[in-house]
């Protein structure tokens, strides 16, 4: 009786443990995307979540171009990290304030850009994700 206290228990505490809040989406491909071209910067400050809009493949097969929308190349940056499956590259990427702008005056505007992100395995015919 007490093995069964104890699975039921086990299984309760496992079905009721939040979900991982993690999303994704499909990211629609879409030819060369026009716009500024970012570097991906892991050092920006304060990073938060954006959502990628659309990816283009790129000459070599082990990168994809994300294309997003962010604030000007002048305050703001962006970092981008993967996850691969044998099905799906997954992008998560971050928009934050370049360190050398923080306490600096930015405009607020919208700027189109693009940013190539490395893979380990040629694209292929991998489904592409955006994380958010």
């Known amino acids: 009786m007490r093995t069964l206290l104890a699975l039921t228990a086990a299984v309760l505490a496992v079905s009721t443990a939040p979900a991982a809040s993690a999303e994704t989406a499909v990211l629609p491909e879409r030819p060369g995307g026009a716009g500024v071209v970012f570097t991906d910067n892991p050092a920006i400050v304060d990073p938060l979540p954006m959502r990628a809009e659309s990816f283009s493949r790129v000459a070599d097969d082990r990168a994809v171009a994300v294309h997003f929308t962010t604030g000007t190349p002048q305050c703001y940056g962006v970092h981008a990290t993967v996850a691969e499956t044998p ?9 934050g304030t370049l360190p050398e702008a923080v306490g600096q005056a930015c405009i607020l505007i919208a700027v ?14 991998r489904q592409v994700l955006t994380a958010f």
């Open 112 to 125: 189109a850009g693009t940013v190539d992100v490395p893979l380990q395995n040629p694209l292929g015919a």
């Open 87 to 95: 099905e799906t590259v997954t992008v998560d990427l971050r928009s």
